[in-house]
């Protein structure tokens, strides 16, 4: 995902519900990123997880596929 829109996620907040992320991008088209970065974390959530929750060791996961 990270070289695909070449980010690098600087820092980033969890919330109860949702997840603020300081992102730093040379060349990365942020409205085409997003969706694909949320739907790649979706598809990593067990049901039984609540959904807005983001874990630093999943986003990490997410970013270096």
Same mark, same amino acid.
């Given at each position: 995902? #990270?070289?695909?829109? $070449?980010?690098? *996620?600087? !820092?980033?907040? &969890?919330?109860?519900? =949702?997840? =603020? &992320?300081?992102?730093?991008? !040379?060349? !990365?088209?942020?409205?085409? #990123?997003?969706?694909? &970065?949320?739907?790649?974390? #979706?598809?990593?959530? @067990? *049901?039984?997880?609540? @959904?807005?929750?983001?874990?630093? $060791?999943?986003?990490?996961? *997410?970013?270096?596929?």
């Amino acid at each position: 995902m #990270a070289s695909n829109y $070449e980010l690098k *996620i600087m !820092a980033f907040c &969890l919330m109860p519900n =949702h997840v =603020h &992320l300081l992102l730093q991008t !040379a060349t !990365a088209n942020l409205r085409e #990123a997003m969706p694909d &970065l949320f739907s790649r974390y #979706a598809r990593l959530l @067990p *049901i039984s997880s609540y @959904p807005f929750l983001l874990k630093d $060791e999943v986003l990490r996961g *997410i970013l270096d596929r």
